[in-house]
């Protein structure tokens, strides 16, 4: 079992549409949770942190976290193109380095 | 806003060479970390660096890999006897303290030829 996984994608969506992408991690020891957003050839920019269960928004970005279920997912509100890239899945081991997932590619469409 | 900075951006290199890659976190982060990405691959945890000594390796990290931290602003990434398969880009990162994220710098692609 991969330590985090995402779906790869292309996750594709009309311009102004909800974006919902999705991570699953399997050590349940984790505390810390990322979304990085990484353009083609670009470095990972950091979105959203979450470190407990529930709902984090920060403009049209909201991350959701559940332990229980080992899932942690960001939703992007009023999709634009320039929304367009591979979304980062990190999450900080008890030992504080980041386990990122392969990422979630979206297309954001005109 | 305070950003982590790599040299090169670039760097191409024969096989067998020996490559030093630069990093300046930001200055008041205490935590510092070296990842690759392979060409369409994930980012991958290759070292963390506190209190001027290794705390974590990963499996790629091996005896052909060094880090230093030669003064009081640079970070480096010491590759030995390079190979095709150290083609990649590296990321060095930064945080003040274990509960803040890690801020990424703008990587360093690396060519093996």
């Known amino acids: 079992q991969k330590e985090v996984e995402q779906n790869s994608g292309p996750l594709s969506v009309p311009e102004g549409a909800i974006a919902s992408l999705n991570c699953t991690y399997s050590?349940?020891?984790?505390?810390?949770f990322f979304w990085y957003r990484q353009y083609s050839g670009k470095s990972p920019e950091l979105i959203m942190s979450?470190?407990?269960?529930g709902d984090k928004e920060d403009g049209r970005f909201t991350a959701q976290l559940n332990k229980a279920s080992q899932y942690v997912s960001l939703l992007i509100r009023d999709s634009q193109p320039s929304d367009s890239a591979t979304y980062l899945c990190?999450?900080?081991?008890?030992?504080?380095?980041?386990?990122f997932g392969t990422g979630t590619r979206l297309k954001v469409l005109a | 806003e305070p950003e982590v900075t790599q040299t090169p951006s670039h760097q191409v290199t024969q096989m067998g060479q020996e490559v030093i890659l630069r990093c300046v976190p930001i200055?008041?982060?205490?935590?510092f970390y070296w990842y690759r990405q392979i060409l369409g691959q994930k980012v991958e945890f290759l070292v963390s660096?506190?209190?001027?000594?290794?705390?974590?390796k990963s499996e790629i990290f091996d005896d052909q890999f060094s880090v230093e931290r030669p003064d009081g602003s640079n970070f480096t990434l010491k590759i030995r006897s390079t190979k095709l398969e150290d083609s990649a880009m590296y990321f060095c990162?930064?945080?003040?303290?274990?509960?803040?994220?890690?801020?990424f710098g703008d990587g360093t692609r690396l060519s093996i030829l």
């Open positions: 200055s008041n982060h205490l935590y």
């Open positions: 979450i470190y407990s269960n």
């Open positions: 660096f506190y209190n001027n000594e290794i705390s974590e």
């Open positions: 990162a930064s945080r003040p303290n274990i509960n803040q994220p890690q801020h």
């Open positions: 050590d349940r020891v984790s505390q810390s």
């Open positions: 990190a999450v900080d081991k008890a030992d504080y380095k980041y386990i």
